[in-house]
């Protein structure tokens, strides 16, 4: 399983704990105001848009904050202007990072991160260092409790999807990005229940981690996501289900 979705798959676990602190709100709300500022406010017309709303409702976000996020994006309500960008760097034992940002502070960002890299053993790399280990894919994760496997083979398949990992206890779905909202309503048609649906970057090939490297890896990305200008980190380790439970208990 990639560490994306593994990290994610933890998140998930603890989003009512996140939601409160205001930490998933925040960050898709901007997500929001930037998908509407750059492609309009009609989830029909923008699919970036159309998927950070799902995004919000999976995070029981009320629909007055989803409103207001996208009015300040189509600029009916005033709000801040927010840059995007990607960092570049390594983890420990030279674990691969990718680091979206969307701040309307480029200088203190790229500080902040490049601060947290340095004190949980990371660095920051050079543009180009590690991206072209990522391919950009669209991403649902099923846990086993909530299908069989022949059933999301099936689903996955005839909805156009690429491939579908066994990674554990649960099923990664790997589609293109243009295929991604059919796979994920082919999902939603048959009451498949997923823990993540997303555009994510997927790693072509994974880092094996154990004990202090692992504990390591997960505090990274922890302290990385928690940073209030950055909105995704996507890392290609891999851990093991046993250390994972081991690590997480």
Same mark, same amino acid.
């Given at each position: ?26 960050? =898709?709300?901007? @997500? ?9 406010g009609?989830p ?19 629909k ?5 996020? =996208? ?6 309500? @005033?709000?801040?202007? /927010?840059? @995007? ?9 030279? !674990? ?44 649902l994760? !099923? ?19 690429? +491939? ?13 990005a243009?295929?991604? @909202? ?9 009451? =498949?229940? /997923? ?27 922890? !302290?990385?996501?928690?940073?209030? +200008? ?8 891999? =851990?093991?289900?046993k ?7």
């Amino acid at each position: 399983m990639s560490g994306h979705s593994k990290w994610a798959s933890i998140k998930h676990k603890k989003g009512k704990e996140d939601a409160r602190r205001g930490k998933v709100f925040t960050k =898709i709300m901007r @997500e929001i105001t930037v998908a509407a500022r750059m492609a309009g406010g009609d989830p029909n017309m923008n699919p970036r848009l159309r998927t950070a709303i799902g995004s919000a409702k999976s995070a029981q976000m009320p629909k007055e904050n989803i409103d207001r996020a =996208i009015k300040k994006g189509t600029g009916e309500l @005033e709000g801040a202007t /927010y840059e @995007e960008f990607t960092l570049e760097g390594y983890g420990p034992a030279g !674990v691969a990072l990718l680091v979206e940002v969307m701040t309307d502070n480029r200088n203190r960002a790229v500080a902040e991160i490049r601060h947290l890299l340095d004190r949980h053993n990371g660095k920051m790399g050079e543009v180009g260092c590690v991206s072209w280990m990522f391919d950009q894919r669209g991403l649902l994760v !099923v846990e086993k409790t909530a299908a069989d496997e022949n059933l999301v083979m099936e689903v996955a398949l005839e909805a156009g999807a690429d +491939d579908v990992k066994d990674s554990g206890s649960v099923f990664e779905v790997l589609t293109n990005a243009a295929d991604f @909202e059919k796979v994920k309503g082919a999902f939603d048609g048959k009451g =498949i229940a /997923y823990t993540l649906a997303e555009i994510s970057r997927y790693p072509q090939t994974t880092v094996t981690l154990t004990g202090k490297n692992a504990e390591s890896m997960l505090k990274l990305m922890e !302290v990385l996501e928690d940073a209030d +200008d950055v909105q995704n980190v996507y890392a290609n380790f891999d =851990i093991s289900e046993k250390e994972m439970e081991k690590l997480t208990a």
